[in-house]
């Protein structure tokens, strides 16, 4: 009980050395992410398998101490980040897998900005991201919706389809299938190839139309009207617009 109350405590604590915490597992978070991005355009090597294990086993002990600590483990097991670490560890520990499905380890990208205390501690300490807060998120997702997408592409159609030769071939197909601009020189075979085009059209070009609506729409923040709850407002407002109720908007002041 100790053990779990000392790991409770780095989860979701709020003293110095959980932030620290918290923050080393962002930074172990984005190191694998960009060690699964770069290694999957290299041909296999023993020592690049060794280091898969390795990251293979935190993973595995940062999900233990999750499910832990949990107030509803069974509920948690089926959450969907709970479910995109369970094929992070298989893929990382089980070399059979293959590159193609270990590409699927890009679904750790998902914990990066999903986790309310991760949220939280960004606003509190980066003025950048509460500047850019929104802009980050869409652009985030959409550059996971391409990683994971383009690795479906890949392993679908990699022993199949001649125009599938190595992971930028499928980077350029999710590419030109997300932005519908649609060249025609490749292209996806079979009633699964046509499947995952649709899908990478349709859910793509939404992610792309959601990040360019947050580059044009006009700068605003968010904060939650006390009275109304409408949540995004002038930068500089001092009355909500909906209901009118005086807003006190934190400001780090003039830049």
Known sequence: MRLIGRLRGLYEGDSREAHRFRYGLLLFDVTTILFIVVTSFMPRFPVLEGIDRVIGLLVLADFVARLAISRHPWKDLAHPTTLADAAAIVSFLAPIVGEGIGFLRILRTVRLLRTYQLLARLRADSPFFRR?????????????????????????????????????????????????????????????GHLLSVIIMIFGVTLFLRLVQVLLRPNKVRHDCPV?????????????????????????GSV
């Open 228 to 252: 109304c709850g409408l949540q995004r407002h002038d930068r500089d407002a001092v009355h909500c617009k909906a209901c009118g109720t005086i807003l006190n908007i934190p400001d780090e």
């Open 132 to 192: 850019n807060e929104e802009l980050i998120i869409a652009t985030v997702n959409l550059g996971v919706f391409i990683f994971i997408m383009t690795g479906f592409v890949y392993e679908t159609q990699r022993w199949t389809n001649p125009d599938i030769g190595n992971y930028v071939d499928a980077l350029y197909f999710t590419i030109a299938a997300l932005t519908t601009t649609g060249f025609g020189d490749v292209t996806l075979k079979g009633t699964l």
